[in-house]
């Protein structure tokens, strides 16, 4: 069997469900050992860098025979949880796919950038630079492998090669998630003079929250990734039947598209909340930014992309460049200053219940890497 997909079985054997996502479950460890085997098996020099405790991040770097620029692939090795899923551990092939929990995302990706090095290492080596390959932990929750990475290792060009169809993406969207809490009076529920509803409050914030997003949708949208978003993701209040509310609490995520500026979203809440306060001097509310990524945007006529590409068309595939939707580690890397783009093999069901990745697209996406790789000179 082809070493690639030899490895990307072997992967998929190995639950590594993230450990934040889902309490109790593997995590990344068990992985590790077998990419430190992996990585030994090919001669790359190997780096075992712990996120924190038993998250290893395993970088392996295969140097040219003289100076030259770096490039870094890098994929994460968690995936989200198998709740629901028959046999998620056990890969199986059936025409031409490859099934099993990671398939797609993203243990083909990784599968296919150490399967790069390999036949590089194995083809007479690099011929100048350096290529890193690093494998992280902990993408599908708060990506503190990719923020330890970067401390770390640092390259003039980096690949993500999260699933993107055999298409090259440059560019995708970020996240905030923002918290709002009303503030109400609790009183008994038969005396109305005396209480104040926080729950009534917030249906205030919602249906600014309907406008603002409604707004956000029909507003300026950005070539690749197409216009903001926010929905209400979780709400909480109330005590009981009988009683005035004293407090809720909304948490909500608002994605971001390139161009928009840091804390956009808690900004908007405070205009919005504001308003609110100038209409009913009663109203009382407050918000926070809880948690946030940034997008991710590299020029589409990059070289890096339009290399990409052409290696990938070269392979026979029908390669475009593009944006995604999702947050990747490739805004860790642009943000740290490697230019990053996404590509990744083809396939479906990620996070669903059957995931699978087809495999000849493993194979086109590693030699496209591997061509990549070889012609430093263009990016
Ligand atoms: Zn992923």
Not at 120 to 129: Q, R
Not at 130 to 147: F, K, Q, T, Y
Not at 170 to 193: C, D
Not at 293 to 303: G, N
Request: net charge negative; glycine share 12%; proline share 5%.
């Amino acid at each position: 069997m082809d070493p690639t997909l030899r490895l990307l079985k072997q992967l998929i054997a190995i639950d590594s469900v993230n450990p934040s996502l889902v309490p109790g479950s593997a995590g990344e460890a068990a992985i590790a050992r077998a990419l430190v085997e992996e990585f030994r098996s090919i001669g790359l020099t190997t780096d075992v860098q712990h996120a924190a405790h038993d998250r290893p991040n395993v970088v392996g770097v295969l140097e040219g025979r003289s100076p030259g620029r770096s490039l870094m692939f890098c994929g994460h090795v968690d995936t989200v949880g198998v709740a629901g899923m028959t046999r998620p551990f056990e890969p199986t092939e059936r025409s031409g796919r490859i099934y099993g929990r990671g398939s797609q995302d993203m243990k083909s990706g990784v599968a296919a950038m150490i399967g790069a090095a390999r036949v590089i290492a194995e083809s007479g080596g690099l011929e100048s630079g350096r290529l890193i390959v690093a494998c992280v932990v902990d993408e599908e929750h708060a990506s503190i492998g990719a923020d330890a990475l970067v401390t770390r290792w640092r390259a003039d060009a980096g690949v993500v090669t999260e699933p993107t169809d055999l298409h090259v993406a440059v560019a995708h969207k970020g996240f905030e998630w923002v918290e709002i809490e009303t503030e109400g009076r609790a009183a008994h529920g038969s005396r109305p003079g005396d209480g104040r509803d926080a729950i009534m409050r917030m249906g205030r914030v919602l249906a600014e929250l309907e406008t603002l997003d409604r707004g956000l949708q029909g507003g300026r949208a950005h070539g690749l990734v197409g216009p903001a978003s926010l929905h209400a993701s979780l709400i909480e209040g109330g005590r009981e039947l009988s009683s005035y509310p004293d407090r809720c609490v909304l948490q909500l995520e608002r994605r971001t598209i390139p161009g928009e500026p840091e804390g956009v979203a808690g900004q908007e809440v405070e205009r919005l909340l504001d308003t609110l306060r100038q209409r009913d001097p009663e109203f009382r509310a407050a918000s926070k930014i809880m948690f946030s990524r940034s997008s991710h945007e590299l020029a589409p006529d990059h070289p890096l992309a339009t290399c990409l590409r052409a290696h990938a068309r070269a392979r026979g595939a029908q390669s475009d460049i593009i944006g995604m939707s999702f947050w990747t580690d490739a805004a860790v890397l642009s943000a740290a200053g490697i230019p990053s783009v996404l590509f990744g093999p083809t396939g479906a069901g990620l996070h669903g219940l059957e995931e699978w990745v087809d495999a000849p697209s493993v194979l086109t996406c590693r030699d496209a890497l591997v061509d990549l790789a070889r012609d430093a000179r263009e990016w």
